[in-house]
T-cell receptor
Framework: SQELEQSPQSLIVQEGKNLTINCTSSKTLYGLYWYKQKYGEGLIFLMMLQKGGEEKSHEKITAKLDEKKQQSSLHITASQPSHAGIYLCGADGGGNNRKLIWGLGTSLAVNP | NAGVMQNPRHLVRRRGQEARLRCSPMKGHSHVYWYRQLPEEGLKFMVYLQKENIIDESGMPKERFSAEFPKEGPSILRIQQVVRGDSAAYFC???????????FGDGTRLSIL
């Protein structure tokens, strides 16, 4: 069965610094999704990647999917305290069921 | 456009009672997914439903758990005879089409006394 590994598990950065979170799959991905979760709340959709080599950006967050579609990275530029939270990657296997398999998450703290 | 609505936000039950968790998907969304989040274990898929049909329930325990998504009304996740191990956050997500991102509710946090 497919597994997703996220690294690092946790990250503490100074405000203004750049950071990268990685997500590695044991199998080729059909679709890779990035979400953010704040403690006690639901998941907020960030980005969806489906094509090998695809890169998407929104404000200061950029997500990439490698050509082999087994690894994705999430990069935050000039981090702010509002970026703090848990970042989760989810993968779907395509077909008629898009249930998501999840990594364990990366907990990000941004110190002002 | 309202997001995915889950209620209650918090639910406390004693062992042996029943728990009913409700999820109203976003307007126009016919695909509903339920996930469970346990500390240290992350999110796990439970069941995928479309209107009136269970498409995949491979992640749901065979006993005590059931789910439905009727033609009218919210999707319901039902847990009978709850045990301490059922304590978790249960999230519902919906999407309009298969290849569209899933949008999540704020979850129901179930505590078993």
């Amino acid at each position: 069965s497919q597994e997703l590994e996220q690294s690092p598990q946790s990250l503490i950065v100074q405000e203004g610094k750049n950071l990268t979170i990685n997500c590695t799959s044991s199998k080729t991905l059909y679709g890779l999704y990035w979400y953010k979760q704040k403690y006690g709340e639901g998941l907020i959709f960030l980005m969806m990647l489906q094509k090998g080599g695809e890169e998407k950006s929104h404000e200061k967050i950029t997500a990439k999917l490698d050509e082999k579609k087994q690894q994705s990275s999430l990069h935050i530029t000039a981090s702010q305290p509002s970026h703090a939270g848990i970042y989760l990657c989810g993968a779907d296997g395509g077909g008629n069921n898009r249930k998501l398999i999840w990594g364990l998450g990366t907990s990000l703290a941004v110190n002002p | 456009n309202a997001g995915v609505m889950q209620n209650p936000r918090h639910l406390v039950r004693r062992r042996g009672q029943e728990a009913r968790l409700r999820c109203s998907p976003m307007k126009g969304h016919s695909h509903v997914y339920w996930y469970r989040q346990l500390p240290e274990e992350g999110l796990k898929f439970m069941v995928y439903l479309q209107k009136e049909n269970i498409i995949d329930e491979s992640g749901m325990p065979k006993e005590r758990f059931s789910a439905e998504f009727p033609k009218e009304g919210p999707s319901i996740l039902r847990i009978q005879q709850v045990v301490r191990g059922d304590s978790a956050a249960y999230f519902c997500a919906s999407s309009p089409l298969l290849d569209q991102p899933q949008h999540f509710g704020d979850g129901t946090r179930l505590s078993i006394l």
